[in-house]
């Protein structure tokens, strides 16, 4: 696979798409089959953090599912992905953001449907690996001060306390919109953290990857040595974790230049 340095982009201007607040425009290739792409978010979030790239995408012509991720542990929450993915007629690229890297990792390994990955702030994990450890290798998190515990289904579930929220998960959104989010966010299992990963499908599937330098949750440094050791065509954008929201322009544009690729 192509590697592509952590501050090159692909010839297809996604560099400037990072950069400024005109971005290209990916139209899809009307003589290609039409691949579907699947958005699993990941934890303290919901399927709602995608609208913005889900609304570009769509206004492209492309087919997209947005999947509801359980937010229980690794396995279970790719077997989720994994019927989602058995419902999707036709190749997929498989995009996953934050905790939903590790899952989207683990749904892919041997689903011959998968053509591409894309992660967006979002953790690679190698198989064994735990988001907690890959986390704590660099320094510059501040998640865990932020962290409210509750009793959950499955043991200890984890959320960030509303009023640290907007600081800590969505510094460049809207403030009102952030409130929103915080509100809403879903709880994912202590658990989920702590399980290390039983695949890694970039091994063996091109992947690109959205790294945010203005990272709270997942230093800029995790990130890119994830991407390095992947392989991944990378795009660094200054971002907070909720780039989906803030910069859904070069998200999308990434996405879809992972849809127009040919398979590795």
Known sequence: MKILS????AAAGLLAAACSASTLRAEPI???PRRTIV???GAFADGSSWDEVIQRLTRDRYRVVAAADPLRGVAADAAALSSVLATVDGPVVLVGHSYGGSVISAAAAGNPKVEALVYVA????ESGETALDLTGRFPGSTLP???AQTPGPDGIDLTIRQDRFPAQFAADV???RAALMAATQRPIAQSALTEPAPAAAWHTIPSWDVITTEDRNIP???QRFMARRAGAHAVEVAASHSVAVSHPDVVADVIAEATRSEKG
């Open 30 to 32: 009307d003589d290609a």
């Open 6 to 9: 952590l501050t090159a982009i």
């Open 145 to 147: 001060d932020t962290l």
């Open 220 to 222: 800029a440094e995790a």
């Open 174 to 176: 809207d403030p009102a």
């Open 39 to 41: 958005l699993e978010h």
């Open 122 to 125: 979002a953790f690679l994990p």
